[in-house]
């Protein structure tokens, strides 16, 4: 079972960054595939990126290439998802989660997310 914990959302200005860490328990977090995704206020959650556990190949959704980087530190068993040029339409609750696969649907364990809101 892994258990995870999300931390660095917040208030920010569009155009600004912020990075988002996800702290996962467990001795096998490297064995595991890292995503995050979000979900704004009635909508339905959606995919952003991944990062598979031992090669650390990553997949994107095409919105997020250009400004959202996932990262993952296995000896501290933390993911990252620095996000950068932030707009009012990335608002939402910021979820990380834990698969076998790399692939954005099929994620096994779930945190309970962070709160991102871009605003002036």
């Known amino acids: 079972q892994v258990q995870l914990v999300e931390s660095g959302g917040g208030l920010v200005q569009p155009g600004g960054s912020l990075r988002l860490s996800c702290a996962a328990s467990?001795?096998?977090?490297?064995?595991?595939?890292m995503g995050w995704f979000r979900q704004a206020p009635g909508e339905g959650r959606e995919f952003i990126a991944a990062?598979?556990?031992?090669?650390?190949?990553?997949l994107y959704t095409d919105s997020a290439k250009d400004r959202f980087t996932i990262s993952r530190d296995n000896a501290k068993n933390t993911v990252y998802l620095q996000m950068n040029s932030l707009k009012p339409e990335d608002t939402a609750v910021y979820y990380c989660?834990?698969?076998?696969?790399?692939?954005?649907?099929?994620?096994?364990?779930w945190g309970q997310g962070t709160q991102v809101t871009v605003s002036s």
């Open positions: 467990g001795r096998t977090f490297s064995t595991w595939t």
């Open positions: 990062i598979s556990g031992s090669t650390g190949r990553t």
């Open positions: 989660a834990a698969a076998r696969y790399l692939r954005p649907y099929g994620y096994d364990y």
